[in-house]
């Protein structure tokens, strides 16, 4: 089973930086890939940054390519997403997911979320 558990958000002006952690257990033996969504009122939730850790894959989203990055600490079960030169429209909540086949742009397989945390921009 994949337990994910996000921390890190907040609030920052823009042009300031964050960086999201996903205390993420299990994920790289139940999954095949582990991202971040963010979704705001209103929209569907949208993927932004996905990680295969079998092979180091990364893909963005080309809204944040160039400012956020996707990483992993595999001793510590952690993925995190450093987020720079942030914009008001980054505002959203942000959640880690994983799944069993794809992450990106939207997950296929099993799906796994955590339960979220918000990220607010002010200009």
């Known amino acids: 089973q994949v337990r994910l558990v996000e921390s890190g958000g907040g609030s920052v002006q823009a042009g300031g930086s964050l960086r999201l952690s996903c205390a993420a257990s299990?994920?790289?033996?139940?999954?095949?890939?582990i991202g971040w969504f963010r979704q705001v009122p209103g929209k569907e939730r949208e993927g932004i940054a996905t990680?295969?850790?079998?092979?180091?894959?990364?893909y963005y989203d080309t809204s944040v390519k160039g400012r956020f990055t996707i990483s992993q600490d595999s001793a510590q079960n952690t993925v995190y997403l450093q987020m720079n030169s942030l914009l008001p429209e980054d505002t959203a909540m942000y959640f880690c997911?994983?799944?069993?086949?794809?992450?990106?742009?939207?997950?296929?397989?099993?799906?796994?979320w955590g339960q979220g945390t918000q990220v607010t921009v002010s200009s």
């Open positions: 299990g994920y790289t033996y139940f999954s095949n890939c």
């Open positions: 997911a994983a799944a069993s086949l794809g992450c990106f742009p939207v997950l296929t397989g099993t799906e796994y």
């Open positions: 990680l295969y850790p079998g092979t180091g894959s990364t």
